[in-house]
């Protein structure tokens, strides 16, 4: 939806962007409309506005360039089709957590690409979706490329350029990440797994393995009595990772379960916190993540 000089004069951009996302959302019937950008060093991307949502978790998300429906729309400039979620991507499943947080089953991503030609970076994404199966027809998908070509035009009149950089080479290699690895085999013993800041997965291997380390710990001293348990990795208002071990049932959990990892705790700068409500229990770690992203800088 383009609006006229007259109509758009008494809005801001941020409620002219609401509106085609609105009017977007309205002409597809869809279930969830959701815009993501790039930071400014584009390597990361958070998603910021998303209408039909189920909740504000969706801003605890971090996303890899390269991974997922948005690292690999931004990555490629090419509409991402998902038909039917996890089936379609179960070996990357944990790298779609929009769909895992907003319970998407079939969605598109397009990307939102500037008209000025000294910006040769995409803005970011435009994802809509489907809490049911559903099949997109290419009509549908034009529809939300032109919604994209809308907000390139809104994000042009207010985005100051600096000049386009060369991507992230780390971003983009096959190097397997040791914890996304020890998190699918979490998953594959009937943990709960979410990756949300995915921030976490660009720490070197001895970080993330140590990461693991304290995991481990957690899941086999509880596996053999708990009903069921999760792991949770979300961005909190600060910026750092906040990890959350949660299960039913299981051994008490104390500090003294502790100490075989306190080295790594005290390593990874670590603030450590258990709580116990009635049958539930849960561990909560906050790491400094761009801290130690920063020491990979100085000391690689």
């Excluded at 490629?76 to 379609?88: A, D, Q």
Aim: proline share 3%.
């Amino acid at each position: 939806m383009i609006l006229t000089r007259e109509d758009d004069q008494s809005l801001t951009i941020q409620q002219q962007i609401q509106q085609e996302l609105q009017q977007l959302k309205s002409d597809l019937a869809l279930d969830f409309v959701a815009v993501a950008l790039a930071d400014a060093n584009y390597r990361d991307i958070y998603w910021k506005i998303a209408l039909g949502a189920k909740s504000e978790r969706y801003r605890k998300i971090t996303v890899r360039m390269g991974r997922g429906m948005a690292g690999k729309v931004m990555q490629t400039k090419r509409p991402h089709i998902v038909t039917s979620y996890p089936e379609e991507v179960r070996d990357e499943m944990l790298e779609y957590p929009i769909f895992l947080v907003e319970a998407i089953r079939s969605a598109v991503g397009v990307s939102v690409d500037s008209k000025r030609p000294e910006q040769k970076q995409s803005y970011g994404v435009l994802l809509v979706g489907q809490r049911q199966e559903r099949v997109y027809h290419e009509q549908e998908i034009a529809r939300v490329e032109q919604s994209a070509a809308v907000l390139a035009v809104l994000y042009d009149s207010t985005v100051v350029l600096e000049p386009a950089k060369e991507q992230e080479r780390a971003e983009h290699t096959d190097v397997k990440s040791p914890l996304l690895q020890r998190l699918r085999e979490f998953r594959a013993e009937g943990i709960t797994c979410e990756l949300l800041d995915q921030r976490i997965t660009r720490l070197s291997h001895t970080r993330q393995q140590q990461i693991g380390e304290i995991l481990d710990l957690l899941v086999h001293h509880s596996m053999r009595s708990i009903h069921q348990a999760s792991v949770t990795m979300e961005q909190d208002e600060l910026g750092h990772t906040r990890i959350e071990f949660q299960c039913v049932g299981g051994e008490p959990l104390s500090q003294d379960l502790f100490n075989p990892v306190n080295d790594l705790l005290i390593s990874l700068k670590c603030d450590l916190e258990i709580a116990v409500e009635a049958e539930r229990q849960s561990v909560r770690f906050t790491l400094p993540t761009r801290l130690l992203l920063d020491e990979q800088i100085w000391n690689p």
